[in-house]
């Protein structure tokens, strides 16, 4: 008796231990061996952070075990997932509550801002952005999204010749990914590789197919500046319900279009303009060859995009991680400047304009320091460097014809945020500003007290003060003339124009300037002035 009792209990424990094992089928110890190993790490990482969604990214890895290219395409998105998200954010005042408005109501940028600007004015305080919402990718994806969009993606380098003949890590990078920045994720494979399935038909060329995709794209979503001031960046379904955007949504509707029938495109962006305010995002293809053609989603062809001269920085964004970024070496008590201090994106300055790398020596030893360009009113971080023993730091491949200003990132103050104190950094001048000339040569600019300089008796005339028609000198506005000096802009006089040209009697050699209207929303430009010529930077 006592015999089958036993056997009994023995033969229960195996009925419960199977029944675990059909409801909790997916063990990341049986998969580990079977993911790629030059992935196995990060996937790991990523499993262990997903939480309590790791089963659903478990599903995928098993999904795709008997296969081996699809194994690796999952295994390349999972491992690099950390980071990737839809961010959601607000404009709230001081008290938290959330300032509402629309940007379609609006009809351009500066409507907005004026609207911004009154409420600002009556409540007597400034607002700020705060994050409402992100949702992580790596803790909601759901695994039924990442077969189908893997599946469809493949389906792509199965079928058409211009995808099977690209290299597997332009695959990857370029066409796998089912984002392009942190907009809500959507099933857009289907809907394009659907809606221009003719045009995909009628051509073997990569190149050709492009130029008919963003044709069609021209027609279907197009640029307007009140998306600048939009709180996130647009999902397909709002880009197709709106048909605007700013330059960062015509670049995502436009790898959506091509990557959805197998066109490796991907998104290169400048961070700061150097010689006028805003930043800017365009498209590039690259072909089965390796040849990469810049072009403007929704507004112009591959070959038929020209950008500006002056360019400091360009990156293109990738969805791994790329290696030696400033987040890498970042230690957590401090903080990068916006743009730095991400994981996905590399250097391709070089390939747009003329670079040098500069060095120069610091103020103060700090690890790390930073090389801004004049944009908006204030100087902006584009890019890193470690500081030495020598308190001197190298700044690689900057672009030529410019004007820098070295720079650290530090906490200057504090500010609330969700009732909690928090601090408040900015960029801190580092040395004296500098152009980076044509030619690659660096020219210093005098950075001591006015009161010692020697003065030009030589007069100088503006009829701007800055780009654009919004910086023409109006008749009896007031202007302030800027003169950096001492690590800092020193207001030198107040004048009111009497003309449609200001005049200034003297000037000072090596010396930046900057001149601000009142009471307007200026752009102005930081200029020289040579031979009493002015010449904007």
């Known amino acids: ?115 911004i600007d009154s409420l600002e004015t009556e409540k007597d305080h400034e607002f700020h952005w705060k994050l409402k919402e992100k949702r992580e990718d790596i803790k909601t994806v759901s695994a039924d999204f990442l077969i189908s969009h893997i599946d469809t993606a493949f389906i792509a380098y199965e079928t058409l010749p211009w995808t099977n003949q690209l290299r597997w890590q332009n695959f990857l990078e370029y066409i796998l990914p089912y984002r392009g920045s942190s907009e809500p994720i959507s099933d857009w494979r289907t809907y394009f590789w659907n809606e221009f399935s003719s045009l995909r038909d009628s051509t073997s060329d990569p190149l050709k197919l492009s130029y008919l995709i963003n044709d069609n794209c021209k027609k279907m979503f197009t640029f307007k500046d009140v998306f600048y001031l939009h709180p996130t960046d647009l999902g397909l379904n709002q880009m197709l319900e709106y048909g605007i955007g700013r330059c960062e949504d015509m670049t995502n509707f436009t790898i959506y279009a091509m990557r959805a029938n197998g066109l490796a495109v991907t998104s290169d962006f400048t961070p700061y303009w150097p010689d006028r305010s805003n930043n800017h995002a365009w498209n590039a293809i690259i072909l089965p060859d390796g040849e990469v053609i810049p072009f403007m989603g929704c507004e112009a062809n591959p070959g038929k995009y020209t950008l500006q001269k002056r360019i400091a920085k360009v990156y293109r964004k990738l969805f791994s991680q790329e290696q030696g970024t400033l987040a890498d070496v ?36 700090k690890h790390f320091a930073y090389i801004a360009v004049f944009n908006d009113n204030d100087w902006q971080p584009i890019h890193w460097g470690s500081v030495d023993s020598l308190m001197n730091v190298t700044f690689s491949d900057i672009g030529r014809d ?59 005339l503006m009829r701007k003060t800055g780009q654009g028609g919004v910086n023409e000198v109006k008749i009896d506005s007031t202007y302030t003339w800027f003169v950096w000096a001492e690590d800092e802009w020193q207001e030198i006089i107040d004048t009111t124009a009497t003309a449609d040209s200001l005049i200034f009697d003297y000037y000072y050699p090596e010396t930046l300037y900057k001149v601000e209207e009142e009471c307007l929303h200026p752009d102005p430009r930081i200029f020289t002035v040579e031979d009493g010529e002015v010449i904007f930077w």
């Open 1 to 115: 008796m006592k015999q089958i009792i036993y056997f009994l209990l023995i033969f229960a424990l195996l009925l419960v231990i199977n029944a675990c094992s059909i409801l909790q089928p997916y063990s990341v110890k049986k998969i580990t061996p079977s993911i790629p190993e030059q992935y196995r790490e990060k996937v790991l990482e990523s499993l262990e952070e997903a939480g309590k969604n790791k089963k659903e990214l478990l599903k995928v890895l098993y999904h795709y075990k008997d296969d081996h290219l699809k194994l690796q395409a999952a295994s390349f998105l999972i491992a690099n997932m950390q980071d990737h998200c839809f961010a959601d954010v607000i404009l709230v005042d001081s008290l938290d509550n959330e300032i509402k408005f629309n940007v379609l109501d609006y009809e351009n940028y500066h409507q907005i801002v004026d609207y």
């Open 330 to 365: 970042l230690p957590d008590s401090m903080k990068a400047p916006p743009w730095l201090g991400y994981k996905n994106f590399k250097d391709v300055t070089d390939k747009y304009v003329q670079v040098s790398d500069v060095t120069v020596q610091v103020n103060e030893e």
């Open 402 to 460: 410019i004007a820098y200003l070295p720079v650290f990132y530090e906490v200057v103050d504090t500010i609330m945020v969700e009732d909690e104190e928090k601090p408040k950094y900015e960029p801190i001048p580092a040395g004296k500003p500098f152009i980076l000339n044509e030619e690659g040569k660096v020219i210093t600019f005098d950075n001591e007290a006015v009161e010692i300089r020697e003065e030009i008796n030589h007069k100088f």
